[in-house]
């Protein structure tokens, strides 16, 4: 498989297929390039009621060209209607092209270390499921590791990663391309569109972010770490109506 040589990959991350990615378009939608599979995804908790796991839900068409609405106000989401025209929305991206781990806090324990940059969270609370993955980290034993790297895993927007300290490499395998629109029945929202796979994502200016195998894109409109999701999805209480 071809891959672009002049783009950032996380360690441990994978390219897609280069003729999948996602194209920022400026102050307007998200354009799918290559035909990438799109799916609800529901958070699933657990007796608890705390986020645990995930549940498929509806398929969408996508094609190659096919326009996501990131503003927040199609009437016919996922995919843009031109609503942006009118919203009033600034969708000016404002993320950095710095590697993810550059603004990283790094937390070591035993065998395993987490790095968590707050700015990519969005907010699916895998990682403060009644226990906390920034303790579990630091525990020892396999169970705590388990559950640390599972944590890590399941937490959409790869602000957290769990890495064997041993190797300097994250304990995660690449994951298949697929696209996914989050919603949050819990808190009673929908969420970011989620990359899973290694899927580039290319600015409006031209310049690619960092490929990663985690990845979250706002589109609800509020975010401050555009085109990334921060949470603010929940603090607006976006519904896409799915
Ligand atoms: S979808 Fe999460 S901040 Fe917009």
């Known amino acids: ?7 950032i990959v996380q360690p441990g991350s994978v390219q897609s297929d280069p003729s999948v990615h996602i194209e920022v378009s400026k102050n307007g939608p998200y354009i799918v390039r290559g035909a990438p599979a799109l799916h609800v995804q529901v958070i699933v908790a ?10 498929q839900g509806q398929e969408f068409a996508v094609k190659d060209g ?11 989401k996922p995919y843009c209607d031109g609503s942006h025209l009118r919203a009033g929305v600034d969708l000016t991206e404002t993320a950095t092209f710095q590697p993810m781990l550059e603004g990283a806090e790094e937390i070591d324990g035993p065998n395993y270390s987490l790095t968590d940059n707050e700015a990519y969270c969005a907010f699916a609370r895998f990682c403060d499921n009644g226990n906390r993955i920034w303790n579990e980290v630091q525990m020892p034993g396999e169970q705590h590791e388990k559950l640390a790297a599972y944590m890590a895993h399941q937490c959409p927007s790869g602000r957290l990663l769990i890495w064997d300290r041993a190797t300097r490499m994250p304990v995660e395998a690449p994951l298949p391309v697929s696209l996914s629109l989050l919603e949050d029945p819990a808190e009673s929202v929908s ?13 409006a200016s031209g310049a690619s972010y960092e490929i990663r195998n985690r990845q979250t894109l706002c589109r609800c ?17 976006f519904r896409d109506g799915l």
């Open 46 to 55: 657990n007796e608890a009621g705390n986020s645990w796991a995930y549940q």
């Open 1 to 7: 498989m071809a891959q672009d040589t002049d783009v």
């Open 66 to 76: 096919t326009a996501l609405c990131r503003c927040g106000h199609s009437k016919k």
């Open 191 to 203: 969420g970011p569109l989620v990359l899973r796979g290694g899927i580039r994502v290319q600015s």
């Open 221 to 237: 409109g509020a975010s401050s770490n555009k085109p990334f999701c921060d949470g603010s999805h929940a603090s607006i209480g």
